[in-house]
Each structure stands twice: as structure tokens, then as C-alpha cells.
């Protein structure tokens, strides 16, 4: 070993030499294209060292904390062509030294620099949490409108005003990324209180200092993916001066008034859209069902409830599970909608204005029955023989016209984006190009023939049908005292007139005489049977009414929206859109589509209060569904198989007294209404024409009839 000394160490050199050769492999250097922080290669070294020193097991974790109510950010729809993505953290229990606190600032100008291209794709700000409160609203105003006063300056001022003192400074680079656009973004506080004007400057009232222990952490850009990377790279970096290293509390971001709507969309109207879906349903079953109402002028009615069934389907489609989507963050859901969302769309858009057609046309051929005249007479009888073409006509228009509006939106995929964001619904026609389109077709053409002349025809016609109505009942009136005056040839008197009206002083009369009663009975079927058929017209008028009303009601708001938003001035529709009166113009504009369906929800019961046809073939369709004694109900026919409406004879009737109806199970009376049906004096009473006044009710002729049998 003495002679050879040289040659043994080297030997020992180069064994250690391939012993520790191995520890070249055992760690390496990465390159992050979008960072070039000193501070991230210096912690992980120390990471490093720590594992060789202190022998630790595993690197450190980092851990996202689980919070009860955490922060939430609400995102407006009016940053969507300005800054449309924004992300957050918070950091708890922060203790920084001067050196922390200088390489935190630093390393959020080299995320500026290179992440963010300048602030272009990211834009960062952080705040002392303890001086503000959330939750955060992040949304576009116009520059006069915010007014803060801006980090280390002595005065507060607005956006344009900020623009001017920033101009000579070092952030005059990021000025032209919003300088001129129409609104700016900004961050609020719970408060109303500007935490910061992304990406140019944050607020002085919530700077933070190496006092600071809550760190409130936002990013704002036009790459959700850079944000990501940006925030992940930050609060990884400073995580460790955390109460808890390592541990970072998320922020929420949700949508605008998701509380509010959760209750207004998601549990009423909601509620309200599966309630119309039930009563058109099977109101669509009953016109099926039953052809002699697809053979009246009930035809538009029908189709009507198709349209409503429609409108319900797409309610619950396009405006219910947006709601939950965003309140359960169901990713799932979110892919099914926009896979449904155009074709859905452009089917409400039709459903819609081809309901506004239905009601058209059903009005439209109830006044033509109140004009005399061969032309007139002539398209009466046109639109009576031929409603399914006329209407095939109008849904094939009303389909042309609403098909523009399936390529007037798109989805559009963002490869830097996950979840949530990986895709985007937007407008397809955005840009100068498409300004006359949007303008003239979509505002004042659509706006105008969807809304305004709609409302005012069906209000002129309305009126006019009232009318009509109320001189035909009037005339029928006196049409009905004249003819039973002169049938019992016994004069009215001067004090049944003063007392009372004209209808009752005749039936008084007919109390007073039984003579005649054979010429007078045939009189009044007759009559009878006429006034069948204009109670059954009167009928169908009075639902028209009902249904036009309903309809004007519901759409009183989409027309005072309309004109405002055609003659107000630009500033009014700033105001309301992303102003004071954004939430007020919020909940105005969802009104309006649950007005919608509050009408044709409630058209079907209006059917029913209106129309006995209706009530009728609606009771015999429950019949046919669910058996012959569901709804336990009361005939009135002359078979007395259930309960019947059968009156006494007249032998246990008093002399001089008025008999009395009442109802007398069929198994006590049944001999006694077979052989009422078999008397020669009541054949003429129980008529066909008289059963069909028993079925729809009673009015001045069945009385009529009613006292003749009382009489006799």
C-alpha cells in the first residue's frame, strides 16, 4: 500500500465515482415554458435539501381546504366581451417577512409578464381579506361609473379620470387592453365596495401590507387555462406561509342571482311548467278524442294546447336546468344541454309566435260571424271548411319565419378550457357585418310582428267582438219578451215592467196563463233549440275572451320592455343592463317568460269555466280513462241509470203550487221516470231538443219550457 499509494486512491475515486454516479439520475430540472421564476426553482431545491436532511418520507402536500360558506365570486354577463373568466383563492393565517412579502409582489410581475402576455391573458390582484367582504361580484360597468381611489394614490377618481393619470406611468402598456371599449371590468365587494379595475389597477382600501394574515386572491383573463396555471403556480409558491402550510381555500364562482332564481325558476315556475304540461296534455287528449270539437270552431283551441305542451317541455329544458346546472355544477347536464339547446330554442321561438296565430285566427273567425254581407259570409264559411289547411298554412309560415333563429347562436369548443368552460354558447352574428341583421331583423322586425301589432289587433278585435256580443244579447232579449208576449196573448203590465226587466215580466206573464199551452210549448222548443245554438256560440265567445285576455295580460310587460328599449337612450340601457338597475331589469325579463306560462297553464281551467262542451267531453274523456263512475257526477237524461233529475208527479203534486225538482235516486224513482217518458203529455217536453237544454242548463227558454210543464 505505501509502494502503490497513487493507484489505490485512484482505484477508491473511481469506485465512489460509479457508486454515487446513480444520484445524476435522481433528480432533474424541468422547464416550465409560461415561468421563469427564480423562487420556483429555490423552493423546490429547499424541498429537496429538506428531504436529504431531514430524511423526510414524501414531499410536502398541498392540500384545498374544506369550507362550510366560502367566498364566492358572482360572474355578470356584461364582462362577456371584455374579460369573460375569473378565478380565485384565499390564503389564511399569512405571516410574511420582508422578504416574503417582496418576492410575493415580485413574482406577480413575472406572472404578469410572461403567463400573462402583459396582462393580456391574465391579470392578477390581491387583497387584505379583513378589509373587505364577500361575496364578490365581478361585472362591466362604464369608466364614469367607477369611481375608487386607486393603489398608493390620495384620492379617489373614476376609470376615466385614471386612464388620464396612467398614461405617463408604467402601466401605460395595459392601458389599450380596455381603454376603448364601452365598459370596464371590475371586482366588488358584498358592499358596492371597488376592490380592483382589471388588469390595470387595484383599490388602496384593500392593499395589502406585511400586516396583512387573509390574503384574497383574483384573476381575471381571456384564458381560463393560463388563469389555472397562474393561480395554481401562486398559491403553491406562498401556500407555505399559510397557518396551515399548504393548505388553500378555493373560491367559488357562481352565476348572477342564482339564489334568488333557484326559487323563482327552479321551484315556482318550475312547478308551474310540469302543472301545464299536465292540463295540455289531456286537454290534447280530450280534442283527440272527441270530433265534434275538432268540428267546431273549438278547432284552434286544440291546436293551441299543442303549442302550450310545447312551451312547457322547452321551459323546463331552456330554463330549469340551466338553474340546477349551475346550482349542482352537473357537467353532465351542461353537455346534454348544449347538445339540445339550438334545436330546443328555435322550437320555443316557434311554439310561440304560432300560438299568438292560433289566437289570431280563432278571433278573426268569431268576428266574422258578427258582420253581415256575401264576402263577408263567404270567408266565414272559407275559414269554417277549411281550419286544418289554414292552419298547416300558418305553422308552416310561422316554422320559415322562426328557422333563421337556429344559426343565430353556436357553441363554440375552447381547447385551453376544461369542464365548465371547455365550451361556450354565443351569439353567431356579433360584429359590424352583422349590425342591419341584428338591428332591423332581429330588433325592430321581430319586436314589431311578435309583440306590438299582435297586441294592439287583438285588443281592436276584442273589442269589437265585446261589442257585437253585447247588442246580440240585447236583441235576443227582446226578441224573447216580443215572441212570448204575443204566444200568450196576455198583455204585459205597465207595473211588471217598472218592477222588473223585460225577460222576467214575460215569464211572469206565462205564470199567469196555462191556456194555449199545447201552441205555446211547441213555440218555446222551438225557441229553445235556437237559443241552444247561440248559447253554445256565446260559449265559445266567451272563451275567446277569456283566452285574449289572458293573453294581453301576459304580454303587457314584453311590450312596455320593448319601447323601452327602442326610444330610451343609450345611457338608460346601460343603467339597466349592467347598472343599478341590472337586478330589477333581471327579474322583469324572467316575468315576462313566466307570465307566458302562467297563461297557458291557466287556459285549460278558462276552457272549462267558459265552455260546457268543453267541461263535457273533458268529464266523459276521464270516463273513457279511468271508468264509467270516475267523476262521481249527476245525469240529467231520461234513462235515470245513475241518479236522475226527475220532478214529481203531478198527482202528488198540491193544486195551485209550483212543483218542485229535486234529485231521487234512480232505484225509488225508476217507475216513475219511465212512465213520465211514456206520457203523451210529457213526450214534448222530453224532447231531444228538451234533453239537450236539461244537459247544457238553464236560461230564458228552458224556463220557459219549465213552466209550461209546471202549468199544464
Known amino acids: 500500500m505505501q509502494r502503490h499509494r497513487p493507484r489505490v486512491t485512484l482505484l477508491m475515486m473511481c469506485w465512489s465515482f460509479a457508486y454515487k454516479l446513480c444520484t445524476y439520475f435522481e433528480i432533474e430540472v424541468v422547464e416550465n415554458d409560461n415561468c421563469t421564476e427564480f423562487e420556483r426553482f429555490a423552493n423546490q431545491v429547499a424541498h429537496f435539501l429538506a428531504f436529504i436532511e431531514v430524511k423526510i418520507t414524501k414531499p410536502p402536500i398541498y392540500e384545498v381546504a374544506t369550507v362550510p360558506n366560502a367566498l364566492k365570486i358572482v360572474i355578470d354577463k356584461s364582462v362577456k366581451n371584455v374579460r369573460p373568466f375569473v378565478v380565485g383563492a384565499v390564503l389564511r393565517g399569512v405571516h410574511f417577512d420582508a422578504d416574503a412579502y417582496a418576492s410575493f409582489i415580485d413574482l406577480q410581475d413575472k406572472l404578469h409578464q410572461n403567463i400573462g402576455r402583459k396582462r393580456t391573458l391574465v391579470s392578477m390582484g390581491t387583497h387584505d381579506l379583513d378589509t373587505i367582504k364577500g361575496p364578490f361580484k365581478y361585472c362591466a360597468r362604464p369608466p364614469r361609473d367607477i369611481v375608487f381611489k386607486p393603489l398608493n394614490q390620495s384620492r379617489a377618481m373614476n376609470a376615466t379620470e385614471q386612464m388620464e393619470l396612467y398614461a405617463d406611468s408604467h402601466l401605460r402598456e395595459y392601458l389599450p387592453i380596455i381603454r376603448d371599449k364601452p365598459l370596464y371590468p371590475v371586482i366588488l365587494d358584498a358592499d358596492g365596495v371597488v376592490c380592483s379595475m382589471p388588469p390595470i389597477i387595484n383599490s388602496d382600501h384593500s392593499k395589502i401590507t406585511l400586516n396583512t394574515r387573509n390574503i384574497f386572491i383574483e384573476m381575471t383573463g381571456t384564458d381560463l387555462n393560463k388563469l389555472e396555471i397562474a393561480l395554481d403556480t401562486l398559491v403553491t409558491m406562498f401556500g407555505q406561509y399559510c397557518a396551515r402550510p399548504f393548505c388553500i381555500e378555493p373560491v367559488q364562482i357562481g352565476t348572477d342571482y342564482l339564489e334568488v332564481k333557484i326559487l323563482l325558476i327552479g321551484v315556482f315556475a318550475t312547478g308551474l311548467a310540469l302543472l301545464s304540461f299536465l292540463f295540455n296534455a289531456f286537454f290534447s287528449l280530450v280534442f283527440a278524442l272527441n270530433a265534434r270539437l275538432r268540428r267546431s270552431s273549438l278547432y284552434y283551441f286544440g291546436v293551441l294546447a299543442l303549442l302550450d305542451l310545447a312551451l312547457a317541455i322547452n321551459y323546463l329544458a331552456l330554463m330549469s336546468v340551466p338553474v340546477y346546472m349551475d346550482q349542482y355544477r352537473l357537467l353532465w347536464l351542461y353537455q346534454l344541454f348544449l347538445a339540445y339547446l339550438r334545436p330546443m330554442l328555435s322550437l320555443s321561438y316557434f311554439a310561440m309566435f304560432a300560438s299568438v296565430l292560433m289566437i289570431l285566427l280563432a278571433t278573426s273567425e268569431r268576428l266574422l260571424q258578427t258582420f253581415s254581407g ?158 241552444a245554438q247561440k248559447k253554445n256560440l256565446r260559449a265559445a265567445t266567451r272563451t275567446l275572451i277569456a283566452v285574449v285576455s289572458m293573453y294581453l295580460m301576459s304580454k303587457v310587460l314584453q311590450v312596455a320592455v320593448t319601447f323601452f328599449e327602442t326610444f330610451s337612450t343609450d345611457e338608460m340601457i346601460i343603467a339597466a343592463n349592467y347598472g343599478p338597475f341590472r337586478p330589477l331589469y333581471s327579474y322583469v325579463n324572467d316575468t315576462i317568460s313566466i307570465l307566458t306560462l302562467l297563461s297557458s297553464t291557466l287556459r285549460f281551467p278558462v276552457y272549462c269555466a267558459c265552455n260546457k262542451p268543453i267541461l263535457t267531453a273533458s268529464k266523459a274523456t276521464l270516463r273513457r280513462l279511468f271508468g264509467p263512475e270516475w267523476p262521481p257526477m249527476l245525469t240529467a237524461t231520461n234513462n235515470c241509470t245513475k241518479t236522475s233529475f226527475c220532478s214529481s208527479s203531478r198527482s202528488q203534486s198540491p193544486p195551485g203550487k209550483r212543483r218542485v225538482h229535486k234529485f231521487v235516486p234512480a232505484a225509488a224513482n225508476g217507475r216513475r221516470c219511465n212512465a213520465r217518458a211514456q206520457s203523451p203529455r210529457s213526450r214534448s217536453v222530453n224532447s231531444p231538443a228538451a234533453a239537450r237544454i236539461a244537459i247544457r242548463g238553464i236560461d230564458e227558454a228552458e224556463l220557459v219550457a219549465m213552466m209550461l210543464n209546471t202549468t199544464n
Open 374 to 531: 256575401r264576402r263577408v259570409v263567404k270567408a266565414r264559411r272559407l275559414m269554417q271548411r277549411h281550419r286544418p289547411r289554414v292552419t298547416l298554412l300558418m305553422m308552416c309560415w310561422s316554422f320559415a319565419y322562426k328557422l333563421c333563429t337556429y344559426f343565430e347562436i353556436e357553441v363554440v369548443e375552447n381547447d385551453n378550457c376544461t369542464e365548465f368552460e371547455r365550451f361556450e354558447v354565443r351569439s353567431a352574428v356579433e360584429g359590424d357585418e352583422w349590425h342591419v341583421y341584428r338591428f332591423w331583423w332581429m330588433f325592430v322586425f321581430r319586436n314589431v310582428i311578435d309583440h306590438i301589432v299582435p297586441f294592439f289587433l287583438l285588443i281592436i278585435l276584442n273589442f269589437f267582438i265585446i261589442r257585437a256580443l253585447n247588442r246580440e244579447h240585447f236583441r235576443a232579449t227582446q226578441s224573447f219578451a216580443t215572441a212570448a208576449a204575443s204566444a200568450s196573448a196576455v198583455p204585459l203590465r205597465d207595473s211588471d215592467r217598472r218592477r222588473h226587466s223585460t225577460a222576467t215580466a214575460a215569464r211572469d206573464s206565462l205564470r199567469q196563463k196555462g191556456s194555449g199551452g199545447g201552441r205555446l210549448q211547441r213555440h218555446a222548443l222551438t225557441l229553445a233549440e235556437d237559443n
